[in-house]
């Protein structure tokens, strides 16, 4: 199982809460982090957040800021996104995806090479 494995997608109102959780099956050296992303209905995929394998390092979209956080478990090879104060615009299928380096910068698809199935997440307001 060379691809992640996302969980812990629902229905939530607006306000409240939700922990996604995308599990790796394996990591390597040469792996570099984790990325979320997500695909609202009609829309294109968009980044959400990434966190480095190594330091723990975050990276957000403008609009999760504040609301969001990315964490990585190295012992279990797992990242968890928590996200806060959802809003309705939040709605959309999460998905999570490995990058083994950012060679087009952390918001582009291209840096990511397996992805997982995705989670659906609906905000209802």
């Known amino acids: 199982q060379v691809h992640p494995v996302e969980s812990g997608g629902g229905l939530v109102q607006a306000g409240g809460s939700l922990r996604l959780s995308c599990a790796a099956s394996?990591?390597?050296?040469?792996?570099?982090?984790v990325g979320w992303f997500r695909q609202a209905s009609g829309k294109e995929r968009e980044f959400v957040a990434l966190?480095?394998?190594?330091?723990?390092?975050?990276y957000y979209a403008d609009f999760v800021k504040g609301r969001f956080t990315i964490s990585s478990d190295n012992a279990k090879n797992t990242v968890a996104l928590q996200m806060n104060k959802l809003k309705p615009d939040d709605t959309a299928v999460y998905y999570c995806?490995?990058?083994?380096?950012?060679?087009?910068?952390?918001?582009?698809?291209?840096?990511?090479?397996?992805w997982g199935q995705g989670t659906q997440v609906t905000v209802s307001s």
């Open positions: 966190v480095t394998w190594s330091g723990g390092i975050a």
């Open positions: 995806a490995l990058s083994p380096g950012l060679s087009y910068g952390y918001q582009s698809e291209k840096s990511y090479t397996y």
């Open positions: 394996r990591r390597t050296a040469s792996d570099y982090g």
